[in-house]
């Protein structure tokens, strides 16, 4: 990455590419990845731009899932040592990295295994808010881009295009 760096420097545009596409075959990490599309939009390689765009998506996908894992596998651990508050914190981590129904699952088995009804409705109840309040951030995030893209509409028929 480094070398692409200075190949950039000197304006060297497709050494930086190549460069950066070596480093990609040896270890894809996010950083790498988005270097590489900044490279492409360069060059103005919109096929390789799409490329890495997915290849982008599916490297930050599976970085979720191994952390969503991560915390799952902990959670079990708590179990087995009866430490449930734990393991209701962990499940609970679990959905914050990535809301899945699935994991949801897993911690009402837990509290249905520990005989608390309690906390499966509690637990729901927690799911359910959290799910309304990452439904309601993405459509203020829509919202604010449909507003971004009107006014840029606005200012290009001000300029005649």
């Known amino acids: ?17 190549v460069k950066i596409e070596k480093a990609l075959k040896i270890a894809a990490s996010i950083n790498l990845i988005q270097k590489a599309i900044s490279i492409n939009l360069l060059l103005k390689n919109e096929n390789r731009v799409v490329e ?19 915390k799952i596998n902990k959670a079990e651990e708590s179990e087995k040592r ?11 981590e679990a959905i914050k990295i990535e809301p899945q129904n699935s994991t949801l ?18 637990i729901t109840e927690w799911f359910n ?6 439904l309601e951030k993405e459509k203020k995030q829509a919202h604010e881009e449909l507003k971004q893209s009107k006014n840029n509409g606005d200012e290009s028929q001000k300029d005649g295009i």
């Open 105 to 122: 699952k897993k911690l009402i088995d837990l509290c249905v295994r520990i005989n608390r009804p309690d906390l499966t409705e509690k």
């Open 129 to 134: 808010k959290y799910q309304y309040s990452i």
């Open 1 to 17: 990455m480094i070398e692409s760096e200075n190949f950039l420097k000197k304006n060297d545009k497709i050494n930086a590419a």
């Open 82 to 92: 009866t430490d449930y508050k734990g393991a209701i914190r962990y499940f609970q």
């Open 52 to 70: 890495l765009e997915e290849m982008l998506k599916d490297t930050k996908r599976k970085e979720i899932q191994s952390k969503v894992q991560e």
